[in-house]
């Protein structure tokens, strides 16, 4: 990608170094919990956010509830810079696609962490992964994820990193779209396989909303380098839940996906990436939200 020099979003906060606010547990869960549900979760391959909201770990919150702050700004550090870039272009994109679909684009703020995190949805750690707070607007990354996509699961590159922030944008889009409070809703009256569903089709949404963004990125800023879509799409395939699962645990349990396989994955970044339009984004079709 070319985005050195590119101009930077004001809307990142580091919390680096910090650590969590509250460090005691998440909601109502301590510790031992938390580890418990990271357990079933390695297991299950169920999503750990979905599981503590299950248990009453995830509360609803007003943004106000997360006190824990951070420098506010762009990062100095090459890969801290790195993210404000992606993040201020996927602003640029969705300042500018969002009117269209009838709404105004707000920002989210980026928070970079280290090892755990307060957010308005509770507590969380590392190791559930770079996630999106409906309650505070906010995205949440620790970079050593990267570190785990690259060498661990075989996906490098920094447009693979940059479908990472966007992935995690577009679930603020949807949140700004509503899609996500009627999808939460349906999934409290539905069953678990009927809930993890629903769930792939946020996820899948999601992939294709980042392949939106790129499509821009690079048909109206230049920002795309030869092989730069290529590095998303096997990013997209390597964090599968039928790849995760057969890495894992040695067999695959599709109905226990919440994120989708990795052809589907792959198949709705590509589908973003290509059209440019967030309405061919549709994962829902024929699913009365």
Not at 61 to 87: I, N
């Amino acid at each position: 990608m070319r985005w050195e020099g590119q101009q930077d979003s004001q809307n990142v906060e580091d919390r680096r170094g910090m650590g969590p606010a509250r460090i005691g547990g998440v909601g109502g869960l301590g510790l031992g919990g938390i580890v418990l549900v990271l357990a079933v979760s390695y297991f299950t391959g169920t999503n750990p956010l979905a599981l503590l909201e299950m248990l009453g770990g995830i509360q609803n919150m007003s943004p106000e509830s997360s006190q824990e702050t951070g420098p506010t700004g762009p990062p100095s550090d090459e890969l801290g810079k790195f993210a404000s870039v992606v993040l201020a272009d996927t602003e640029r994109t969705w300042g500018q696609l969002l009117p269209a679909l009838g709404r105004s684009y707000e920002d989210p703020r980026l928070v970079l962490f280290t090892g755990a995190v307060q957010s308005a949805c509770g507590t969380a750690s590392s190791a559930v992964g770079p996630f999106y707070c409906p309650g505070d607007r906010k995205v949440y990354l620790d970079l050593s994820f990267f570190n785990e996509l690259s060498q661990r699961l075989g996906a490098p590159g920094d447009f693979a990193q940059a479908y990472v922030i966007a992935h995690e944008v577009g679930h603020h889009v949807q949140n700004l779209l509503g899609t996500a409070e009627r999808v939460t809703r349906l999934q409290r009256q539905a069953s678990e396989t009927e809930g993890n569903a629903l769930s792939v089709r946020m996820e899948l949404q999601a992939d294709c909303f980042a392949g939106v963004w790129g499509h821009h990125a690079n048909r109206e800023r230049n920002l795309i380098e030869p092989g730069d879509f290529e590095e998303g799409l096997r990013a997209a395939g390597a964090i599968g839940d039928d790849q995760l699962q057969r890495t894992s645990h040695g067999h695959v349990r599709p109905e226990s996906w919440t994120h989708g396989s990795s052809e589907q994955r792959m198949t709705w970044l590509r589908r973003g990436l290509e059209s440019g339009d967030p309405r061919a984004c549709d994962t829902f079709a024929g699913k009365n939200l």
